[in-house]
């Protein structure tokens, strides 16, 4: 069983950065596809970036690309999440889930349903 522990939320003006950390245990980082989604007041919970561990391709909704950095660190077995100029709107709690791969060939999910492992999540929160 895959263990996830999230951190690097926090507080930060409109325009700042934040760069969120997700702690992987039980398992290796290169098995899993690691997403990174965030649900905001009353919203949906959805994605903002996945990687796969195996050879690293990553993905972004179209509404994330440009300010959002997903990366991971093998010998550390974490998964990043650099954020940049963020707005109000970012506000949101932000979780970090794995799926294990069965295949090298697998795909990585875009929606919730496709992770089963998750970690508790941190809070992002931006003033403007």
């Known amino acids: 069983q895959v263990q996830l522990v999230e951190s690097g939320g926090g507080s930060v003006q409109a325009g700042g950065s934040l760069r969120l950390s997700c702690q992987v245990s039980?398992?290796?980082?290169?098995?899993?596809?690691i997403a990174w989604f965030r649900q905001g007041p009353g919203e949906e919970r959805g994605l903002v970036a996945l990687?796969?561990?195996?050879?690293?391709?990553?993905y972004y909704p179209e509404s994330m690309k440009g300010r959002f950095t997903i990366s991971k660190d093998n010998a550390k077995n974490t998964v990043d999440l650099q954020m940049n100029n963020l707005a109000p709107e970012d506000t949101a709690m932000y979780y970090c889930?794995?799926?294990?791969?069965?295949?090298?060939?697998?795909?990585?999910?875009?929606?919730?349903?496709?992770?089963?492992?998750w970690g508790q999540g941190t809070q992002v929160t931006v003033s403007s």
């Open positions: 990687i796969k561990g195996a050879g690293g391709n990553s």
């Open positions: 889930a794995a799926r294990t791969l069965r295949r090298y060939s697998d795909t990585c999910a875009v929606t919730r349903n496709g992770y089963y492992s």
């Open positions: 039980g398992d290796s980082v290169s098995r899993n596809c």
